[in-house]
């Protein structure tokens, strides 16, 4: 079992920074993957970032790339997503994910992950 729990959520206005932090516990040593997805209301769940745990390699879905940078910390087992330059259409919920499959997992497929945070609200105003 993985535990997740996002922070760093919150109000901000259109060109601002926000800064997301999820903490991973239990089995963290055996995580393959760990992402960031975000939901706004109305829409389906989408692929924001993520970062190959054994090797730290990032991932990025095309709305991600040029504003947000994903990055860990093994030591303390916890993701981060750096985002930058935040429109009105980032507002969502954004939730944390981890998998301990093995082997190749597609990153961007939110059936790929058993393990769910319980999402921070980002909202960005114009």
């Not at 389906?44 to 879905?61: H, N, Q």
């Amino acid at each position: 079992q993985v535990q997740l729990v996002e922070s760093g959520g919150g109000l901000v206005q259109a060109g601002g920074s926000l800064r997301l932090s999820c903490a991973a516990s239990g089995r963290t040593f055996s995580m393959n993957l760990m992402t960031w997805f975000r939901q706004a209301p109305g829409k389906e769940r989408e692929f924001v970032a993520g970062v190959s745990w054994r090797d730290g390699s990032p991932y990025y879905a095309d709305l991600a790339k040029g504003r947000f940078t994903v990055s860990r910390d093994n030591a303390g087992a916890t993701l981060y997503l750096q985002m930058n330059s935040l429109k009105p259409e980032d507002t969502a919920v954004y939730y944390c994910a981890a998998t301990i499959r093995s082997g190749y997992v597609p990153v961007s497929v939110k059936s790929s992950y058993d393990y769910w945070g319980q999402g921070t609200q980002v909202t960005v105003s114009s």
